[in-house]
């Protein structure tokens, strides 16, 4: 290992940068974020609010509900669950292979491509007819996720398809039949974010940097549990709603809830 002198280790002072000159990335990238939620706002509102209707109708008609995405994907369907202020209704689906705690890392790319495993994931959940499927992936190409849309709307399952249109209509699809998850899905929402998620330009980097799929998908599928949630008090029954367990009464509340909706939590194991 090359031994650097002292100062190559040393930050620079900020008194010594030259602070007309440079990118302030932080700035930049919430600027970013901004402009995205806006024209989430301005063109997905609508179709949040089908969502969010659906996931009402199967809360008091007694259906279930769903979440599913590959790799980082997942993210989003662990946010969805057991989650302060969250429905407790909302069963996260956690494949073999295709959760951020893989290792490697690189093997949920290749396993997310993998022919039949979607099938396989739904036929392996209790998943069926009247039940809604939320179904995260950015770029909607891969054969599972479009393997676990296509099966589900064969059992009479609602898929709702969180995607970025941007990405899933220049990109060419990886499963056989050619389709893309937003061509399967009962319901697509946008995420309105840039081709291939990284939305950041630095000067002299040459890849983009900071994605925003993650950030905007949350704060877009909180919103259409909220109005969910909102939708079912207007209609005179208790939403499940999960407390935070850091306060005082979260535990006995959350306890209830869990019992209360018991029959359609999938996510509890031994403890259920």
Same mark, same amino acid.
């Given at each position: 290992?090359? $031994?650097?002198?002292?100062?190559?280790?040393?930050?620079?002072?900020?008194?010594?940068?030259?602070?007309?000159?440079?990118?302030?990335?932080?700035?930049?990238?919430?600027?970013?974020?901004?402009?995205?939620?806006?024209?989430?706002?301005?063109?997905?509102?609508?179709?949040?609010?089908?969502?969010?209707?659906?996931? !009402?109708?199967?809360?008091?008609?007694?259906?279930? $509900?769903?979440?599913?995405?590959?790799?980082?994907?997942?993210?989003?369907?662990?946010?969805?669950?057991?989650?302060?202020?969250?429905?407790?209704?909302?069963?996260?689906?956690?494949?073999?292979?295709?959760? !951020?705690?893989?290792?490697?890392?690189?093997?949920?790319?290749?396993?997310?491509?993998?022919?039949?495993?979607?099938?396989?994931?739904?036929?392996?959940?209790?998943?069926?007819?009247?039940?809604?499927?939320?179904?995260?992936?950015?770029?909607?190409?891969?054969?599972?996720?479009?393997?676990?849309?296509?099966?589900?709307?064969?059992?009479?399952?609602?898929?709702?398809?969180?995607?970025?249109?941007?990405?899933?209509?220049?990109?060419?699809?990886?499963?056989?039949?050619?389709?893309?998850?937003?061509?399967?899905?009962?319901?697509?929402?946008?995420? !309105?974010? !840039?081709?291939?998620?990284?939305?950041?330009?630095?000067?002299?980097?040459?890849?983009?940097?900071?994605?925003?799929?993650?950030?905007?998908?949350?704060?877009?599928?909180?919103?259409?549990?909220?109005?969910?949630?909102?939708?079912?008090?207007?209609?005179?029954?208790?939403?499940?709603?999960?407390?935070?367990?850091?306060?005082?009464?979260?535990?006995?509340?959350?306890?209830?809830?869990?019992?209360?909706?018991?029959?359609?939590?999938?996510?509890?194991?031994?403890?259920?």
């Amino acid at each position: 290992m090359p $031994i650097y002198p002292l100062h190559v280790y040393l930050p620079v002072k900020r008194e010594e940068m030259d602070i007309h000159n440079m990118m302030d990335a932080i700035a930049a990238y919430f600027d970013n974020l901004k402009e995205i939620l806006e024209k989430v706002t301005q063109t997905q509102t609508q179709a949040l609010h089908r969502g969010a209707q659906l996931l !009402c109708d199967a809360a008091l008609e007694g259906r279930n $509900i769903f979440a599913f995405g590959c790799s980082h994907a997942s993210l989003l369907a662990l946010e969805l669950y057991y989650r302060t202020g969250g429905m407790a209704l909302i069963n996260p689906i956690r494949a073999p292979g295709l959760n !951020c705690d893989a290792d490697p890392a690189t093997m949920t790319s290749r396993i997310e491509r993998l022919p039949e495993y979607g099938r396989i994931i739904i036929d392996s959940q209790p998943i069926g007819s009247g039940d809604v499927l939320i179904i995260h992936s950015v770029s909607g190409r891969n054969t599972v996720a479009v393997d676990a849309a296509l099966r589900a709307k064969e059992i009479g399952v609602t898929v709702i398809a969180l995607t970025s249109l941007a990405t899933a209509e220049q990109v060419k699809s990886r499963h056989p039949s050619g389709k893309s998850l937003h061509q399967i899905a009962d319901l697509v929402l946008d995420n !309105c974010g !840039c081709l291939g998620d990284a939305s950041l330009v630095i000067p002299g980097v040459p890849e983009k940097v900071a994605p925003t799929s993650t950030a905007v998908g949350a704060a877009m599928l909180n919103a259409m549990v909220a109005q969910a949630v909102a939708l079912m008090t207007e209609a005179g029954a208790m939403a499940p709603v999960f407390v935070s367990a850091n306060l005082d009464r979260g535990d006995a509340h959350n306890k209830a809830m869990l019992a209360r909706y018991r029959d359609h939590i999938f996510y509890m194991g031994h403890d259920k």
